[in-house]
């Protein structure tokens, strides 16, 4: 027994409104239909019938007589006057099936998530409502039902008071398997110390305070627990939004007044930047890009072959999905360079007469059973990299070596000795600018390497890093000529060479 005003009407209706926007996802989770319970008759079905079958007149509009459900679609998207309409129609538009509400008569009361019956409309002078909720996800349902509920009962002949409704689920044969009895109105306890509530804030209360504040945002009965030590609140149907302490923190900052809260200078003087590694990564792309490469940003997962097999490498172990959406998406990838290399077999109408360069820097995810995240072991590590390719009419070793040295003068690690003694611009090296200690040279690629099988026999080569930390060489990367069937498992019609190596090593 509800009385509608002219502004309690329109309330109800902006109320669905934003729950179809908002919780509802624009009605693909959940569809509200509200009718006068008074001009139908119980019991209701929810069914999936064909659009053939299902004949009615619908709220909009009512003026042009009774409509087959496929027909109505069809006036939605083509008709202007409907033009509110035409973003959920492809919701069930192509469905063989539409799903359907109707009373005991067989009256078609809502083609959810469309549209409403003319027949069970709500006016100003219904009594009675009837809400349903239909959904692709019950939780959701449950928690719009609640919300329109608790929301609107106020104005109920008997304020708060509601007549539960028995939902139950039939099989093919008509046999009851499940039901149950809606809304459920379901309360939850939160709990939340009242310290995290002050330092979040950056208020001093106490615990008392606190609970009035409570009381005052709806989150009442509220109390105090360990001796006063923890604020454990009521978290009423219509806030489902409250999943963490940080939420009951946050609701009692409101509640407070963000302009009580006093401004004060912080403890503790601290200045923001830029991570070191991202810094370096930047200025790296700014540079390589000069060198007229290409940046690509490819995807992080890809299929164990791509990864291992067509690169001529064991099959090692890598962060694997354990229900990849298809054969693309198998694992965290463990190099760069099947993303460079796709992109090459993806752009063949591109001219390589002057030679095709592209570039990445990003990450790769490692199998890592020893590194520990705040006291907790992760079982894999990201690590920064470095990845380009040469394609053209010739391998372009020498171009690929050129940006390997061009990177470390940029980094400002000095070459070895020995290395510089090949070089006919060694006096050069009088003038670089380097780290005290930093230094690198080249060396053959050991034929047992796990990449040794990417690259042409003998002409690939490992980047050495001495570094003060270390003390002696350590191999950070490899470049080379690429293996002619790694070039046809990705079917690159040219030569090509790349490089990768590990960034963080430079820092």
């Not at 008759?41 to 509009?61: C, H, M």
């Not at 106020?154 to 044969?173: G, L």
């Not at 459920?184 to 330092?199: D, G, I, P, Q, W």
């Not at 077999?345 to 591109?350: G, I």
Request: contains cysteine; negative net charge.
């Amino acid at each position: 027994d509800i009385t509608f005003t002219q502004e309690r009407y329109n309330s109800f209706i902006d109320l669905q409104d934003q729950l179809h926007r908002n919780l509802c996802r624009q009605r693909t989770l959940v569809a509200i239909g509200t009718h006068d319970l008074d001009s139908v008759q119980g019991p209701f079905k929810y069914d999936a019938r064909k659009p053939s079958d299902i004949q009615f007149v619908p709220l909009t509009p009512d003026d042009k007589g009774s409509f087959a459900a496929s027909d109505l679609l069809h006036f939605y998207e083509t008709d202007p006057a409907a033009k509110h309409l035409k973003p959920y129609v492809p919701i069930i538009k192509d469905s063989p099936l539409y799903p359907v509400v109707l009373d005991a008569n067989e009256t078609v009361m809502s083609l959810p998530p469309i549209i409403n019956g003319s027949k069970s409309k709500i006016t100003l002078e219904t009594k009675n409502v009837f809400i349903e909720c239909t959904a692709t996800d019950l939780t959701k349902a449950n928690i719009v039902l609640d919300t329109v509920v608790a929301m609107f009962s106020e104005y109920c002949a008997a304020p708060f008071e509601v007549e539960p409704v028995t939902v139950e689920y039939q099989d093919d044969q008509g046999s009851v398997v499940d039901s149950y009895v809606t809304p459920l109105m379901y309360t939850r306890r939160e709990k939340a110390s009242v310290e995290y509530c002050n330092s979040m804030n950056g208020i001093q209360l106490t615990g008392e305070e606190m609970v009035t504040l409570c009381n005052k945002v709806q989150f009442g009965p509220a109390e105090l627990c360990d001796d006063g030590k923890v604020l454990e609140v009521t978290v009423p149907p219509t806030r489902s939004d409250i999943l963490h302490a940080v939420d009951i923190a946050e609701d009692i900052g409101i509640a407070y007044g963000y302009n009580n809260i006093v401004k004060k200078i912080p403890n503790t003087n601290t200045v923001g930047g830029e991570q070191p590694l991202n810094k370096l990564g930047d200025l790296l792309r700014d540079e390589i890009g000069r060198a007229g490469y290409i940046e690509v940003l490819t995807h992080g997962l890809c299929s164990i072959r791509d990864n291992f097999t067509a690169l001529g490498r064991a099959v090692g172990p890598a962060v694997s999905l354990s229900n990849p959406a298809n054969v693309e998406y198998q694992v965290v990838r463990t190099t760069l360079l099947p993303g460079l290399l796709k992109t090459l077999q993806h752009n063949k109408s591109a001219s390589f007469t002057q030679g095709f360069k592209l570039f990445e820097i990003s990450d790769v995810v490692l199998p890592d059973n020893e590194w520990v995240v705040t006291d907790t072991i992760v079982g894999s590590k990201n690590a920064r990299r470095v990845c380009a390719v040469y394609a053209g009419p010739t391998s372009g070793f020498e171009i690929i070596h050129g940006l390997v040295d061009r990177i470390m003068t940029l980094c400002e690690v000095a070459p070895e000795a020995e290395y510089i003694a090949n070089s006919a611009k060694s006096k050069e090296e009088e003038y670089r600018v380097s780290k005290e200690g930093w230094t690198y040279t080249i060396a053959e690629l050991d034929s047992t390497d796990t990449v040794a099988g990417t690259y042409f026999p003998g002409r690939a080569a490992a980047v050495l890093l001495t570094s003060p930390e270390s003390g002696k060489r350590i191999q950070i990367g490899t470049f080379g000529i690429i293996h002619p069937d790694v070039l046809n498992n990705f079917d690159i019609q040219y030569p090509s060479s790349c490089m990768e190596f590990d960034l963080e090593a430079l820092l």
